[in-house]
Each structure stands twice: as C-alpha cells, then as structure tokens.
C-alpha cells in the first residue's frame, strides 16, 4: 500500500501568513493527489484536483503543485476562514489512503 | 442542488450489524463512483470503500480493515448507496460520510455524515 505522510502535522500562523502544507507519497503517484479542507463537525471539502486543479467555488489564495512523491498545498495569505484542519488524499492506487491531516491554528 | 444525505447510523453492541443508506439528488448519480469514508473520534479521514458504476460492473474495493465485515452495495433506481456494516467492532466507531467521485478523481460531493457508536 502506497502511504501519504503530511507536515506538519499542526501549524500556528497569522492571518495574512503564507502557508505551505507538504504531503509525500512513499512511492511515485504521478498527479493523482488531491487536498481537502475540513472544519470541526463538518464534512470534509475538496480544495484541490489531482495535485494543482482548483475546485470550482475556491479561491485563488489556495494552490497545489507537485508529482511524483512530493506535493504541497499553499494558502497565499491565510484568512480567518481557512483555520481549519487539511488532508491530502491518494486517487489512483487501493486503498485510497488519506495524509494524517494537519490543523493549522491561530497564532 | 447537488446533494448527498446519509442516515442509518445509531448505537449498536459489539459484533452486530447496522446499515447505512445514502440517497443522492441534483446529479445522475447512476454515472458515479461512489465511496463511503469515516472518521473516529477526534482522528483523521479513513477511505473504507468503493462501488464503481455500472459501466464497470458495479465491482467494489475496500480498506483492508474492513474487508469481509463489510459490503457496499447501489440501487440505482433509487439513487441510493449503502453500507452493510456486520460483525461491528468497537474500532468501527466513526462518522461515516458518502462521497461521490469519478475514475482518478476526488470526492467532489460530501454527505454529512452519520455516526456509528459501537459500544456495549
């Protein structure tokens, strides 16, 4: 099974901080990774389509990129809307892991 | 309006069986893959399994946690998805959320979520 390690795993940032999110595959996935965003007692939302689409609805502060193993998720200039735990998930290898997540609080 | 509703989830004892349904409206859903994904306590997402469409015959995949104890299963007619939850652990405790999808692609549309509590 291919494993998803995210970091960090919590991240303290201010608002209007650029933010980065590393997810690393433990072996070559190609574009096939995608990034949700969730709040608490709420489900899950994609962000980000197979490593860099945007998902209609979301905006442009938030971009993906990578391939092969090593993908990042990037908030430009973090609002206070977008504190809220992250998850990167594996689309094109069973089981369709997710990352550990990472929770990104107020500092 | 694109829409996803679960709902079946309650308290059950160890070893038993519940089933979750989740009924689809505002899409076609017969073209759909169609997963079911928890989340325990406090913890993080966990994939639990698949249906693919008819055109692909309707085959299915699990985590192997699940394998066996599990079974995924659509109506199409009713645009309806289920989970037939058997021999339940109480490590199956979660919210269980039904998401829509397509070949190498992500969950686009989320349900709410129902929650499963195993527990004697």
């Known amino acids: 099974d291919i494993q998803l390690t995210q970091s960090p795993s919590f991240l303290s940032a201010s608002v209007g901080d650029r933010v980065t999110i590393t997810c690393r595959a433990s072996?070559?996935?190609?574009?096939?990774l995608a990034w949700y965003q969730q709040k608490p007692g709420k489900a899950p939302k994609l962000l980000i389509n197979?490593?860099?689409t945007l998902q209609s609805g979301v905006p442009s502060r938030f971009s993906g990129s990578g391939s092969g193993t090593e993908f990042t998720l990037t908030i430009s200039s973090l609002q206070p809307e977008d504190f809220a735990t992250y998850y990167c998930?594996?689309?094109?290898?069973?089981?369709?892991?997710f990352g550990g997540g990472t929770k990104v609080e107020i500092k | 309006e694109v829409q996803l509703v679960e709902s079946g989830g309650g308290l059950v004892q160890p070893g038993g069986s519940l089933r979750l349904s989740c009924v689809a409206s505002?899409?076609?859903?017969?073209?759909?893959?169609m997963d079911w994904v928890r989340q325990a306590p406090g913890k993080g997402l966990e994939w639990v399994g698949r249906?693919?469409?008819?055109?692909?015959?309707?085959?299915?995949e699990y985590a192997a946690s699940v394998k066996g104890r599990f079974t995924i299963s659509r109506d199409d007619s009713m645009n309806s998805l289920y989970l037939q939850m058997n021999s339940l652990k109480t490590e199956d405790t979660a919210v269980y959320y039904c998401?829509?999808?397509?070949?190498?692609?992500?969950?686009?549309?989320w349900g709410q979520g129902t929650l499963v509590t195993v527990s004697s």
């Open positions: 998401g829509r999808s397509i070949p190498y692609s992500a969950h686009d549309v």
């Open positions: 505002g899409f076609t859903f017969s073209d759909h893959y």
């Open positions: 249906t693919r469409n008819k055109a692909n015959r309707y085959t299915t």
């Open positions: 072996q070559g996935i190609s574009s096939y």
């Open positions: 197979v490593a860099s």
């Open positions: 998930q594996l689309l094109n290898s069973y089981p369709l892991t």
